[in-house]
């Protein structure tokens, strides 16, 4: 059973992955994480708007020493796939210089806004930088990115819900579900 959302869009009735499924993979993340950062502490960046809470809920599951620092980019619009081109909305706040860089990002598809992002972080020196992403969408990839932590992986499709939105709706729902006819 689906939902209706606006005309000729459609919105899963079942979620692809419950809120109880996300909060068991967050866990083993962040268990996966404070083995690799091990007496070090993290520089958490969260690339906004759609991991806020992806983010919120792993530091809170991460033991490791962390910070954070938040990153705004843009390329959608109010498109359904990327246009192409990445623009900084929010930059960051405080340096990276010599610090443990771990990007959070909600879903990573084509990779040309997380290579971008990635090219700028890497200029500006950090100690290391890997990358965490909620949704991996590697039918989509045009670049190859390289992702350390990976929450889920799925072939294809429009997914929205826990932070991920189709023109800045639906990121309230607790789980992630399909959208029909995009």
């Given at each position: 059973?689906?939902?209706s959302?606006?005309p000729n869009?459609?919105?899963?009735?079942e979620?692809?992955f419950?809120?109880?499924?996300?909060?068991?993979?967050?866990?083993?993340?962040?268990?996966q994480i404070?083995?690799?950062?091990?007496?070090?502490?993290?520089?958490?960046?969260a690339?906004?708007k759609?991991?806020?809470?992806?983010?919120?809920?792993?530091i809170r599951?991460?033991?490791?020493?962390?910070?954070?620092d938040?990153v705004?980019?843009?390329?959608?619009?109010?498109?359904?796939?990327?246009s192409?081109i990445?623009?900084v909305?929010?930059?960051l706040?405080?340096?990276?210089?010599?610090k443990h860089?771990?990007?959070?990002?909600?879903?990573?598809?084509?990779?040309l806004t997380?290579?971008?992002?990635?090219?700028?972080?890497?200029?500006?020196?950090?100690?290391?930088?890997k990358?965490?992403?909620l949704i991996n969408?590697q039918?989509?990839r045009?670049?190859?990115?390289?992702?350390?932590?990976?929450g889920?992986?799925?072939d294809?499709?429009?997914?929205?819900?826990?932070?991920?939105?189709?023109?800045?709706?639906?990121r309230?729902?607790?789980?992630?579900?399909?959208v029909?006819?995009?």
């Amino acid at each position: 059973m689906i939902t209706s959302i606006t005309p000729n869009l459609k919105l899963s009735k079942e979620p692809l992955f419950s809120a109880q499924e996300i909060a068991e993979r967050i866990k083993s993340l962040a268990a996966q994480i404070d083995r690799d950062y091990h007496g070090q502490e993290i520089l958490m960046i969260a690339v906004l708007k759609g991991s806020f809470l992806f983010v919120a809920d792993l530091i809170r599951a991460v033991r490791t020493p962390t910070i954070i620092d938040f990153v705004r980019l843009a390329s959608y619009g109010s498109a359904t796939q990327s246009s192409g081109i990445i623009e900084v909305r929010k930059d960051l706040e405080m340096s990276i210089k010599d610090k443990h860089v771990l990007v959070v990002e909600d879903i990573v598809d084509s990779g040309l806004t997380l290579e971008s992002l990635r090219s700028m972080l890497l200029n500006r020196k950090p100690a290391s930088l890997k990358i965490c992403t909620l949704i991996n969408k590697q039918s989509q990839r045009i670049t190859d990115v390289p992702v350390d932590y990976i929450g889920f992986s799925i072939d294809d499709g429009f997914i929205v819900g826990y932070g991920l939105d189709l023109d800045e709706r639906y990121r309230g729902l607790p789980d992630i579900r399909i959208v029909a006819g995009v």
